[in-house]
């Protein structure tokens, strides 16, 4: 154990040898090259003889290999961007293996003789595409493109593994890749093409279809129209699947792991080394010697920890290679398991034991497959072992309880010998400890078979169904005296209840001896209540939430006992029929639906693309890990690496910064603060100046105080760690919008707008309701972190910024004011962005302004990349908002008067959210003529990160309010709210906002129609009626609602865009305009327009980038006005090249294209121009409240239905259809996508993104582990999308609409479906129908809403000693 051994596996197949010295450290434009070259070598066999530990795949891959295609969008397993396939010889099976990892959690000392295939391996636009990315491509399933080679990898093994998967092989290989773009209907529909043996037939169930669904309701098939199309894309001519296409796997390795001796492997690192034995023995005589450091396997609970946490151990012993531990033995009594069996590897064999066994032996491996589906995704599942989930002692880890419920046996191994120890809560000591000695490992788990008169079962619930850890999961085993209903033992396992394991031990006793009837449910109820004592302060909060779980769970479990013993007829307790559903877990479906657009006219050109679905023009190379993002440049000679220093306090005087401890670690280069800015330390946005360092004091926690510069980011993140900030804190400090209210503390300017005489309305009305909503904020969480790099020319002060922003100019801006420099010498280069959502508009400009003075100082290029944790910690998202309502209403629904008040949660600063609130209110309105309307606008200021744009930028929480008026009116009236949205919407063909806009609705109302036809709106209602009379423990909920949306900055002057157009004589045409790619399509859209004027194919249209030296002064990509107005720009400058060309083609009429472009230049005629666009001048006049706030509104209308489970508080989205309004399209393709991902988006915000403040003001929610964005089993069973027909909107390019932003509203249907649904569950009780329901409708919040004698049970009156574990802001 004294030498490094030489660390030996493939990458792609291609043999290379990356130990060799030079490339890495002098300039890496070489390793670039020489790497994106990689395909067309023969091997590339990874020799690497220095291996560090501490390496994971996916910096390797990245920054050693240059293979940039596996991206990083989290670094702890929680998004599924970094997903490669691993391919082994299993010398067991005799086989190769392949399956997928999560290349930031996998060392690469650990891939010892395996082959790694990344998405540059699959196929490429210049060898050939694989078929899973033309198809992930063609049917429009990658917008910003930064899931998508993740989502190409996950498919890829599974057809290496199973060329004709079924519907459920793709929702599990992809349940553990999240998109935040598509809403994942397109993915889906472009990957169930390969489920049928031939790509264009057969039911869209099963892969058919062709693009199309095929069980469209006779209400759907709107084809009958004969110019409505269903199909997006077409598979005519796409690429069948051809093995012969894959790397095989390196026959070397095959023949190495053959020839495999018991040598261990060593390798040492800088801090860490590792050691991977191979015998049993030598495992245990390390353990012996070493009892601290860890065994390590799967490494998905230590990397995280040694990764992100920053816990350190210097010697890991890494225990994947010894195959006693691996191995799987059937006996008579049940299964032996090896302890680093993976969950995967555990799954099949259970799955196979289900297939095999009699059925009531394998009631025990029924409730642990189930647990299994739902515990994480399919790469951690595929990396993780059974032995690390047990012995991580993490009571949210679902396998303990279940495990332990079954009376499993660990089998421990130590130099001493081995010994038998029960698993049950006495294994767990404390949080992450169990009773084993540290020298012992876990050799295997005897998982018994269930006995004739058991009954097993597993429950877990967690804030998304599927890949979330479990607030609360239970394992429960009954064993019933044969012939009789006689406990005669009884498990109950819970985790989620308390620091470790917890078994009800009084509940289990106490039952022993009783007849299994309501009275013992009863005393089990009693019991467990006091058994199962959740700590007020438990870590994730949520305690009576918690105890109403665990007692739930029971009652499902008796029900389930009920059921068999009747079956058995041994037991006479009445089970009503309304009660079973209640044991059905919600199926997670794969999500279908059909989408409709109407197809341009006959009479336009066949080669004119404008109006035709045209994939997205990254697709391919997005597919393929072509696209580059600005992390994925090549290092720039000498670059450096920045680290923010972030404030730890909410409110406080920074008394000293003390970085010396940071300047004396390796590698640092610089330490910066307020006093390192040569120009202005200041963010200044419409006289609204921000510090880009804190300089005297802070205002929130995660606020920038300085930052690290140095050689390498580890390096830079470690040294960032070590800068010592004194503070001396402030008063006041508070988070919430109600402590804000009551230190009056507000940003100017407060906002008020009115119509008609509200207060003499009030007194009139036949009823008056005053009430609130408050819904909480989002974190935008776009896959790709913020960041840039900012490279100095070293000439003149020039600096250029590859940078991801949706504002280039405003970045510019402000690094030319930082660095008291001309913008003429700054420019920002975007090629594009991995999303943005409203996100990377304002706090980008900082961090670039920062990143530039940092390679200002150093005169080095300054890479900034921000990790997952701190972009949520500094960057902020959505405003949470309250809404204070009073509103006078009729008994027949209609709403004669409403005066709101919102309140933003602004946070520290004023960033955008004055423009924000503006828009909040004047969408108060809606689609409502509400004759008397007042409503008030306050953005409150807090010692929170500053809450800035995003998606909607105000208009969903403005446009929810109105619609919870008009929910809660209908409850009142006891009438349909669709009923009472009905009777208040505007109608007349002229209509006015309540700041006096004329607008016309008629197509909001069509929308509204065709919706509610669509979704068979009324049959459903009654549908959703019967289901909840005969349910008793689950029920349905139906809501529509209908939505006008400005479009448009309201801030006049940024309704405008420019473009540059350029000819080369060779006929190609090069775009550059002031919109920034962000996976909107905004690029193809361009790329249609000039295509349609200049009359060229699209191929002859590029867009390099968007950069500032081309297009100065662009408005942001925003306000879902970027297409109208680069679209315009682009349209003029290509109009004024025709103008030019026009007389050369009319002369000459024979003539190409490239022909005529050459005569032109011959002629001195210029083939450059630009083209502008000035959009109308938007204006409000907030003195008098009235304006035209917009250039046009998009209308729409969304209809969803979902089902609640009242004990859990888990729902399930069944059906959603939405009809969008967006004039005649360009591209029904993107403006469809754009529609069902902001939906999902909307989704999300309104039921699963929950976003944890602690009392001091600290972001709890920093990553994917702990914040949810919807997931594949999130999105609607059917997602129905149809673009209104027969309808074109004057005002913007070629008649089309902006569409952006609206769909997100759309989600709140879902949150009044769940709100129907929770009342339909208390009228039943004889509760109020009428109660408070924040957003997010959480799983807790529903449960807890749903009350019954289980909440009761639970219920724990505060002493108000117990500070809350989170609060609402
Ligand atoms: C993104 C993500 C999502 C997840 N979701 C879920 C979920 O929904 N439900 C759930 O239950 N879990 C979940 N997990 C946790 C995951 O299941 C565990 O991390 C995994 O099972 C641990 O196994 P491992 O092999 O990776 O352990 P490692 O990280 O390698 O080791 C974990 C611990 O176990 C010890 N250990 C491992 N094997 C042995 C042995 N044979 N003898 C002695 N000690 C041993 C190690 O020393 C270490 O202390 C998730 C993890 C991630 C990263
Ligand atoms: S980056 Fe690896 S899972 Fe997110
Ligand atoms: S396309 Fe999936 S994250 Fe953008």
Known sequence: MTSTSELIFFVNGKKCDVSFPSYLCS???????????LPFLSFFQVVERNADPEEVLLSFLRRKVGLTGTKYGCGGGGCGACTVMVSRYDRNQERVVHYTVNACLQPIVTLHSAAVVTVEGVGSTITKLHPVQERIAKAHGSQCGFCTPGMVMSMYTLLRNKPQPTMEDIREALGGNLCR???????????KTFCGSEPSSGCCQNGGGGGKCCTNGSKMNDSEERDISQELFSLDDVLPLDPSQDLIFPPELMIMEKKLIGDALYFQGERVNLVAPF?????????????????????TTIGPKMLLKGVHHPLVIYAGRISELSAVTWGKNGVTVGAACSLSMLKEEVERALAEMEEEKTRGYRALLQTLRCLAGKQIRNMATIGGNLLSANPKYDLSGVLAALDCTLHVISKDGMRNVPLNEKLFTDFGKTALRPDEVLLSVDIPSTKPWEFVAAYRQAQRREFAFSFVNAGMKVAIREGSDIVESLNIYYGGVGSTLVKPGKTCQELVGRSWGEDLLSKACRFLKDDVDVSP????????YRKTLAISFFFKFYMQVVLEMRGRDVSDVDLPLEYLSALKPFENEVPQGHQSFQLVSKAQPSADPVGRPSMHQSAFQQATGEAKYYDDLPPVQGELFIVMVTSTRAHAKIINIEASAALKMPGVVTFISAGDVPGTNCRLWFNNPEELFAEEEVLCVGQIIGAVVAESREQARRAAEKVQVTYQDLQPVFFTIEDAIKHESYFEPKRKVERGDVDEALKNAEHILEDELYMGGQEHFYMETQGLIAVPRGENEEMDLYVATQHGAFTQELVGMALGIDSNKITCHVKRLGGGFGGKVMKIASLSAITAVAAHKTGRAVRCC???GDDMLITGGRHPFLGKYKVGYNDDGTVVAADITYYSNGGCTLDESAFIMDKAILHMDNGYKIPNLRGHGVVCKTYLPSYTAFRGFGGPQGLTVIESVLHEVAVRCGLPPEQVRDINMYREEECYTHYKQPFCPTDMVRCWDECLEKADYRDRLRAVRLFNSSNRWKKRGIAAVPQKFGVGFSKGFYNQGAALVNIYKDGSVLVTHGGTEMGQGINTKVIQIASRVLEVPMSSVFIKETSTGNVPNAAPSAASFGTDAVGMAVKDACEKLMRRLQPLMERNPQN????????????????????FFMGPPTDVDWEKGEGHAYYYFTYGACCSEVEIDCLTGDHKNIRTDIVMDVGKSINPALDIGQVEGGFVQGVGLYTIEELQFSMDGVLMTRGPSQYKVPALSDVPAQLNVHLLANTENPHAIYLSKGIGEPPVFFGSTVFFAIKAAIAAARRERGLGETFPLSSPATAERIRMACQDQFTQMASSPTDGTSPPWCIDV
């Open 537 to 544: 302060t438990i870590h994730g909060g949520k305690a009576e």
């Open 27 to 37: 300039s890496l434009i070489l390793p670039f090259v020489l790497f994106s070259l």
């Open 1152 to 1171: 190409t294209w490239k022909q005529w472009v050459n005569e032109a230049f011959f002629q001195k005629i210029s083939l450059s121009a630009t083209g």
């Open 279 to 299: 015998e049993l023995s030598h495992l245990l005589e390390l353990k012996a010697k070493h009892p601290a450091a860890p065994l390590i396997v799967g490494y």
């Open 181 to 191: 773009c598509t809403g994942y209907r397109p993915i889906i529909d472009g990957f």
């Open 866 to 868: 921000l990790e997952r």
